[in-house]
């Protein structure tokens, strides 16, 4: 089928079944423009979760998927590619974080939301990167915390909280690869723009950027700024709703550090991008692939998501 026929075809089939279809911001324009929702991965599973649809299609990757059914598990929840993982929940393996957890036993765990389920099952409170600091900020100065999985994440909350969190080694493929030198060119091509950058990005990153936030900060703050052009510094996928709201603006992909040859257009998560249109009206119209979990992993998942919202 071509595109067009795909687009009807998912209408068709999501109006039949009361599906609704949630996409991340990192997802290919064609997706994210046929979803009823855009947004965050924990946004996309708190609105997923307030809708009365039978069948919950995440166009994302496999943690937001299990996220969404954690606090929608009386709802078919649907991922169109069941190989769309993660780089960073697949850098803290929840054996190996158990083993860390129990080594300190000492310390409050709190855990970045991208994470799996039952890396969530082993954690106190759940944050994301728009709210991590402030609830870090409500834990007493003397207590000792553990931050998984993302140690660049975790460094920039220990910089503007003062805290020493023991951090988990883990990271984004995509956030790791941008480059310093590609990102000062650019600069010095653009000295009018703006450096939006995402807290998943090296320290070296950060300390260049005016503004460091969550994929919904970014594009929030690139509408509100006075400014025209923006440097961005995270996944690329986010710049068609950037431009989309803001159609009078310019926004500049920073690209990664890569060999030779390779496109150093943008930087672009190669997990997402395995979400396609094809994909996505096949998961419709079979219903599979479907996200699945144990009961008992459930009810220990969600009550440090709840903690989170309780102190958000």
């Known amino acids: 089928m071509d595109k067009q026929k795909y687009i009807s075809e998912i209408n068709r089939l999501r109006k039949e079944k009361n599906a609704i279809i949630m996409a991340h911001f990192y997802q290919t324009a064609d997706i994210q423009d046929i979803a009823d929702v855009v947004g965050d991965s924990l946004a996309l599973a708190q609105k997923a979760a307030k809708t009365d649809a039978d069948i919950i299609v995440l166009c994302g990757v496999h943690f937001m998927g299990e996220t969404a059914k954690i606090l929608s598990p009386d709802k078919k929840v649907l991922i169109p590619d069941l190989d769309a993982g993660c780089s960073l929940a697949d850098s803290c393996p929840a054996d190996e974080f158990e083993k860390f957890v129990k080594a300190h036993p000492d310390h409050t765990v709190v855990s970045y939301v991208n994470t799996s389920a039952a890396v969530k099952a082993l954690t106190d409170i759940v944050v994301t990167s728009t709210n991590?600091?402030?609830?870090?900020?409500q834990l007493p100065e003397n207590e000792k915390i553990i931050f998984g999985p993302d140690r660049n994440l975790g460094g920039y909350?220990?910089?503007?909280?003062?805290?020493?969190?023991?951090l988990w080694d883990g990271a984004c493929h995509v956030h790791e690869q941008f480059s310093v030198e590609k990102l000062s060119k650019l600069k010095q091509e653009n000295p009018d723009a703006e450096i939006l950058a995402h807290p998943e990005c090296k320290s070296t990153i950060l300390k260049m950027a005016d503004y460091v936030g969550s994929t919904q900060g970014i594009l929030d703050y690139s509408t509100k700024s006075d400014k025209n052009k923006f440097l961005v510094v995270t996944e690329s996928g986010i710049i068609h709703q950037m431009e989309k709201n803001n159609p009078e603006k310019t926004?500049?992909?920073?690209?990664?550090?890569?060999e030779e040859g390779s496109c150093t257009a943008c930087n672009e998560c190669i997990f997402m991008r395995k979400n396609t249109l094809e994909k996505l009206y096949l998961?419709?119209?079979?219903e599979t692939p479907e996200i699945l979990i144990d009961d008992e992993l459930q009810k220990k998942a969600v009550r440090p998501i709840v903690r989170m919202l309780e102190m958000s």
């Open 251 to 258: 926004f500049i992909p920073v690209p990664p550090e890569v």
């Open 157 to 166: 909350i220990n910089s503007v909280t003062g805290r020493n969190m023991l």
């Open 283 to 286: 998961c419709l119209r079979d």
């Open 132 to 137: 991590a600091k402030k609830i870090v900020d």
